[in-house]
């Protein structure tokens, strides 16, 4: 049952990534349909990261309600019925009001899954977990660049996720005694692989009661990794939405080859995390942290030489390379910091600021390529990479 459970999270982990580079894969076809500038991806992306955000806040208290298993297979439902939505419409603002659900059920999922591995299983795991994202993140680019090529349109690719997530949920409320039964077998399965043994989720959940806002920002240290977390969500985030349009526009690359192109990020991050697996152990968190911000510089310093598409393509790869062990390293870290009665709070709010990245710093980006150049990607991934740095040093003298 122990390893059935981990299966079960792996799979909601690709699940939750599979839609996440899909809209930038999309939008160089969807915005002519709309009739809507470029700059309006921003738009979308703002709404599902906006609900994203709400529900992060409100994965504590949803946790110790209801348990990680119901908030998981409830939040899966919800996001599956919104990408149904999406491949129905052919309205822009209909797409922006289901992001609104679809950024509710994302987040839920993110932040109670997070947490769940975080203090229940080891740090290979978690970054084992974030592959599992990064093979859904890297796979939906080629969902939707199959769907556009085989000219079902950009409605197909969304419909053939949505209808991958509704079979996930089956799989997920089916699921649901062995999340409950998880507690029995820890001890005995900590022994034979290694993993955290921990008290149960119930009486975890009945021996505190919610950490509000003001008191999670007064921990000490929580103020740099929140403001680290937003800083590395920028950079992830930007990179996936603007990567198809950043190959179109500035390389002159026709959409749908960009659509396979714009997934090398994801590629790159997927491949990460595999490796990163077997690196943690060898590394701690803060080391893995560190060996993945000079990847990203790497694949920075690709995107500045003159070396044309081709070497954009290695670019986006290494900085999806770097990217890779950065997020799971911050969140399995956590328990540790801040103490696992706190975590959960924490890792809420930590993907509250993530996702507040989300929010604010790709339709920025998109207000520069509309008005500056979009030529202009890789300084502004480089600013947020130094913020990310800055911040985490900062933590780490904490």
């Known amino acids: 049952m122990f390893s059935l459970l981990l299966a079960i999270i792996y799979l909601a982990f690709i699940s939750l990534g599979l839609?996440?580079?899909?809209?930038?894969?999309?939008?160089?076809?969807?915005?002519?349909?709309?009739?809507?500038?470029?700059?309006?991806?921003?738009?979308?992306?703002?709404?599902?990261?906006?609900?994203?955000?709400?529900?992060?806040?409100?994965?504590?208290?949803?946790?110790?309600?209801?348990?990680?298993?119901?908030?998981?297979?409830?939040?899966?439902?919800?996001?599956a019925a919104a990408l149904l939505g999406f491949s129905f419409s052919h309205n822009f603002y209909l797409?922006?009001?289901?992001?609104?659900?679809?950024?509710?059920?994302?987040?839920?999922?993110?932040?109670?899954?997070?947490?769940?591995?975080?203090?229940?299983?080891?740090?290979?795991?978690?970054?084992?977990?974030?592959?599992?994202?990064?093979?859904?993140?890297?796979?939906g680019p080629y969902v939707m660049g199959f769907a556009l090529n085989a000219g079902h349109g950009w409605n197909a690719g969304y419909r053939y996720v949505g209808i991958f997530q509704i079979l996930l949920t089956v799989i997920l409320f089916l699921s649901l005694p062995i999340w409950k039964g998880r507690s029995d077998s820890a001890s005995s399965a900590?022994?034979?692989?290694?993993?955290?043994?921990?008290?149960?989720?119930?009486?975890n959940s009945s021996a505190r009661k919610p950490l509000s806002i003001k008191e999670v920002l007064s921990i000490r240290g929580a103020k740099e990794i929140m403001f680290a977390f937003f800083a590395y969500s920028g950079i992830e985030q930007t990179a996936m939405l603007w990567g198809a349009s950043y190959f179109v526009i500035k390389e002159g690359l026709s959409a749908e080859k960009a659509?396979?192109?714009?997934?090398?990020?994801?590629?790159?991050?997927?491949?990460g995390r595999l490796i990163s697996g077997f690196m943690t152990m060898k590394w701690n968190d803060d080391q893995m942290i560190r060996i993945g911000q000079g990847t990203i510089i790497i694949g920075l310093i690709m995107l500045f030489l003159p070396f044309g598409y081709v070497g954009a393509v290695i670019g986006f790869a290494l900085v999806g390379l770097g990217c890779a062990p950065i997020y799971p390293s911050i969140i399995h870290s956590t328990p540790a910091h801040f103490g696992e009665d706190k975590s959960q709070a924490v890792v809420g709010m930590e993907m509250?600021?993530?996702?507040?990245?989300?929010?604010?710093?790709?339709?920025?980006?998109?207000?520069?390529?509309?008005?500056?150049?979009?030529?202009?990607?890789?300084?502004?991934?480089?600013?947020?990479?130094?913020?990310?740095?800055?911040?985490?040093?900062?933590?780490?003298?904490?």
């Open 19 to 79: 839609p996440d580079c899909m809209l930038g894969a999309a939008w160089p076809t969807m915005y002519p349909e709309f009739g809507v500038p470029v700059s309006y991806a921003g738009i979308v992306s703002f709404i599902i990261a906006s609900g994203t955000v709400i529900s992060s806040l409100m994965s504590d208290r949803l946790t110790l309600k209801l348990g990680t298993g119901r908030v998981t297979a409830i939040s899966v439902a919800i996001t």
């Open 95 to 139: 797409i922006c009001l289901l992001g609104i659900p679809y950024g509710l059920g994302a987040g839920s999922v993110d932040a109670a899954l997070n947490n769940y591995v975080a203090i229940h299983y080891s740090s290979k795991h978690m970054s084992w977990l974030h592959c599992m994202w990064g093979i859904g993140a890297a796979s």
């Open 190 to 203: 900590s022994e034979d692989s290694g993993e955290k043994a921990s008290v149960t989720e119930e009486n």
């Open 259 to 271: 659509a396979g192109f714009g997934g090398m990020f994801a590629i790159g991050i997927t491949l």
């Open 352 to 398: 509250a600021f993530a996702y507040t990245g989300a929010v604010l710093l790709p339709p920025l980006f998109g207000l520069i390529a509309q008005h500056i150049s979009i030529g202009s990607l890789p300084v502004y991934l480089t600013i947020w990479l130094v913020v990310n740095l800055v911040m985490h040093e900062l933590l780490i003298k904490k």
